[in-house]
């Protein structure tokens, strides 16, 4: 069983689950494989520090937070979002959730509220200030993403970094002051124009890219035509289920609103 921990480790133990990042790209070993500290332990040029984020009777996981790492082969950089095929399921999970933790620790090595050096908080995964003990807690950015549905035809949109080709569902940050379903409505408005009725809640999934907590939502079409925000949107169609354009992985929550939907008229 995997238990949440947090504490620093200056010495892992032959068998600890290292997770290595730079720049949203995860360090594994044959391409497939989130390496034990013996396999890699050598390859580590200088004085480490790692954060342990979960342990089991087995082994801790730690993200090694300063990598000076040997060029090699074998132990290569690989980005994250690509990992989904390539990981099982739970040691993907895991390598989000370190993803996620490594992100947050980086960008706060110091208090936001009088500058000075922020130190682990011992008694919860928090960071706290050394000088006016303000306590910082992991980011996490909600994220609304959206199905629109009508009839047999979906709505899908494309932002100009996705991959060439793909199409997927819309999504959009909630501002501050404002329910999931305002920021679904409104995003939906602004983004390409549309009116939708009969919102329904599906499920969330964490999104760490890097600190995204995404809530999915379907919706039926109401009224409008679509005209895109070309600041966000490259292009918006409504697709028939049977000349679908491709879609994102399978990993992401996008997909499976878009999948669940398709399956209903099979």
């Keep these: ?35 034990q500290w013996h396999e890699v332990s050598h390859l ?8 342990c984020f979960a342990e089991s009777n087995e082994a801790c996981y730690l993200i090694s ?13 690989t980005h994250l979002r690509t990992t989904g095929s390539l990981l099982e399921k739970n040691n993907f999970l895991l390598a989000c959730r370190a993803n996620h933790l490594d992100h947050w620790r980086k960008t706060h090595h110091y208090c936001g509220v009088c500058g000075h050096e922020n130190k682990n908080k011992a008694d919860e995964q928090a960071l706290i200030c050394s000088q006016c003990n303000h306590v910082s807690y992991p980011r996490i ?18 932002s100009p970094h996705f991959p060439i080709n793909v199409y997927s569902t819309l999504a959009g940050f909630v501002e501050p002051g404002e329910s999931l379903e305002e920021t679904v409505h409104r995003e939906i408005f602004e ?4 009116r939708v009725s009969n919102l329904k809640y599906v499920r969330s999934q ?10 999915g939502f379907t919706a039926e079409y109401l009224s409008g035509e679509i005209h895109i925000d070309e600041k966000e949107i490259e292009d918006a169609q409504w697709f028939d289920m049977d000349s679908l354009p491709t879609l994102p992985p399978l990993m992401s929550i996008g997909r499976e609103l878009i999948d669940t939907y398709v399956a209903q008229f099979k």
């Design 1 to 35: 069983m995997i238990t949440k921990r947090f504490h620093t480790v200056s010495a892992p133990k032959p068998h600890d689950f290292i997770f290595a990042f730079e720049h949203q790209q995860i360090y594994l070993l044959h391409e497939k494989k989130i390496p």
């Design 44 to 51: 580590f040029q200088s004085e480490q520090h790692f954060y």
């Design 65 to 77: 937070e300063k990598n000076n790492i040997a060029d090699s082969v074998d132990y290569i950089k």
């Design 141 to 158: 950015s909600p994220c609304m993403i959206v199905l629109i549905t009508h009839g047999k035809k979906i709505l899908l949109a494309r």
């Design 191 to 194: 983004e390409v124009g549309l």
């Design 206 to 215: 964490p999104w760490p890219f890097p600190d995204s907590l995404m809530v």
